[in-house]
């Protein structure tokens, strides 16, 4: 496509951006400029946000009423808010005549599935769901060649996202400790991760080119230590379900928060296969032991505005193909259609996983008689009290208003913590012994910190024993041998085995 100065596309046109929520949000300016977006209005409840919007915005408006924000004059809506509120936001934002680049995912029960869909057709506005995954460098080669032929059919499929991101039920994802300091993050404190299924599944989607159409899921209920309580609450469950897709193939599709992050792809075709983890490998000569080889991917002449983009790449692309159909009117690949057949399989997994593994049709909202049946189904995993948080409401407000600065500390110092106390138990075997001294050196660093968050931490257990508070402190305390790295002399001991170490590491 020729290009206008630094303008991917060759277009004058200027396209006037609000962007709605301020967190995630923020990811996407270093693109704006080049694919014609003008950003002018921002909107989040959080001053500190608000703040950081308009350094980089100087003269833009900025607001904490979203009613203010969708009567001010542009185009097109980034929607970041919370994610269970998606649907209620995407429509506000199209009844206000804004085009829509929605965050994931496109919505939380079947009958706000309904009413989006309904809105977004009806509109004739812009409607793009920002799933960003399926554009990295590898997915799309493996997009293109699949389109080409070269894999044949899906037979089978995983896709994972696997991510602990504990400390985010206690911070907002910049980091800043929520406030008032005793209230969980608005989902990501108790939502089931099932519901979070669409970097797993949509790359999977994108490049095949199939859609789901059953689903079923057993239920997970272990969970890692200082995830809010509740056995298939929150993000630290795990959520594995089996989607059957239109072609006949399976796929599994993986989240959790537990520990081992991966973020990997398995693709099996008919004529050959294609796996993305640790870089790009294929087989091909449709055979089991047929020759399996490294390939690399780039994004031809957009490699250097897509590199400099969050998630692979994938943030520049949804931004890109959001602007492309504002002007061009050329589709993108997630239509509000698309985006329904991504967001549904979470919210039928996670019923199923709660029905011991009924299994659930995967309904087609391009189809008015598939959504009638649907459309009153308000079914939704009962959401925690937030603002209440995990203290009784009579509990001194000044000591559980420490709790998530408590909980921040406290989560980066037990990993400090248990990768030192693990990775000792098995330095003989380590390859790169140097590493495990210098998870020592971290902890000694990190200690009189962390003794002191641990006590804070402990103070505050004790105070309110039978709340969930407590038995989240008390599940990280336990996690970091309290009794034995809280005791006088225990920095020492680290110190004399950080020696010794080092001895062996000499021999
Ligand atoms: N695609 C990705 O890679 C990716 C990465 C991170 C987050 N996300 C998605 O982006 C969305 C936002 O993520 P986040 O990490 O910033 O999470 P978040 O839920 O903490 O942030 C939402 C922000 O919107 C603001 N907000 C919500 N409703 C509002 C309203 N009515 N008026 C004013 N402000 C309002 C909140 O104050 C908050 O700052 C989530 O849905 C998440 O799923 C996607």
């Known amino acids: 496509m020729a290009r206008k100065s630094d303008s991917v596309f060759n277009a004058d046109k200027r396209i006037r951006l609000g962007i709605w929520g301020l967190g995630r949000g923020m990811s996407f300016y270093r693109a704006c400029q080049a694919l014609n977006f003008d950003v002018v209005a921002g909107c989040d409840y959080n001053a500190h946000m608000r ?7 100087p003269g833009a408006f900025a607001t904490d009423d979203a009613d203010a924000f969708l009567s001010a004059d542009f185009d097109a809506v980034l929607l970041a808010t919370f994610c269970p509120a998606h649907a209620d936001d995407a429509v ?8 829509v680049l929605s965050e994931v995912t496109a919505f939380h029960t079947m009958a706000e599935g309904v009413r989006l869909v309904e809105a977004a057709e009806k509109s004739r506005l812009v409607y793009n769901l920002a799933e960003n995954y ?3 460098a590898a997915q799309m080669y493996v997009a293109r060649r699949w389109k080409e032929g070269l894999f044949g059919d899906l037979m089978y499929a995983e896709g994972e996202y696997v991510h602990e991101i504990r400390s985010l039920a206690y911070t907002h994802i910049d980091g800043v400790p929520i406030e008032p300091g005793y209230a969980l ?3 990501r404190s108790w939502l089931n991760f099932h519901y979070y299924c669409t970097h797993s599944l ?4 994108v490049a095949s080119g199939t859609r789901p159409v059953r689903v079923v899921s057993l239920p997970g209920t272990q969970s890692i230590p200082g995830y809010p309580p509740g056995r298939t609450m929150g993000m630290g469950t795990i959520a594995p379900s089996l989607i059957t897709m239109d072609n006949g193939a399976v796929v599994r599709n993986l989240m959790g928060g537990t520990t081992n992050d991966v973020h990997q792809f398995r693709y099996w075709g008919t004529k050959g296969s294609a796996e993305i983890g640790h870089g790009l490998f294929l087989r091909l000569g449709g055979g089991g032991g047929a020759p399996k080889l490294e390939v690399t991917a780039d994004w031809g002449e957009m490699t250097p505005l897509a590199e400099k983009m969050g998630h692979g790449g994938g943030d520049f692309w949804v931004l890109y193909y959001f602007a492309r159909q504002i002007l061009f009117g050329e589709p993108a690949p997630w239509d509000i259609h698309s985006a329904a057949d991504v967001t549904i399989p979470g919210i039928l997994a996670y019923r199923s996983s709660q029905e011991n593994g009924q299994p659930y049709d995967v309904p087609d909202f391009r189809n008015k008689a598939e959504r009638d049946a649907w459309r009153n189904d308000e079914f939704a995993q009962p959401r925690y009290d937030v603002k209440k948080g995990c203290f009784p409401r009579t509990a001194d407000k000044r000591l559980t208003g420490r709790f998530n600065t408590i909980m921040k500390g406290l989560l980066r110092q037990l990993t400090v913590y248990r990768a030192y106390a ?5 330095f003989d075997e380590v390859v790169d012994r140097a590493r495990v001294v210098e998870l020592a050196d971290a902890l000694i660093k990190v200690y009189p910190d962390m003794r002191r968050t641990m006590r804070q931490a402990r103070r505050l ?6 709340s969930d508070g407590a038995r989240v402190l008390n599940s990280v305390l336990e996690a970091m041998d309290e009794q034995a790295t809280g005791r006088a002399g225990f920095l020492e001991r680290v110190k004399k085995e950080r020696a010794r170490l080092k001895r062996k590491l000499r021999r």
């Open 51 to 57: 703040e950081r919007f308009l350094e980089a915005n």
């Open 422 to 426: 693990d990775w000792i138990q098995v």
């Open 92 to 99: 506000a934002c199209l009844e206000a005549g804004k085009h």
């Open 134 to 136: 399926p554009f990295s």
């Open 461 to 466: 257990a004790d105070a309110y024993p039978r």
């Open 185 to 187: 993050h608005n989902w």
């Open 202 to 205: 949509g790359p999977i989607m």
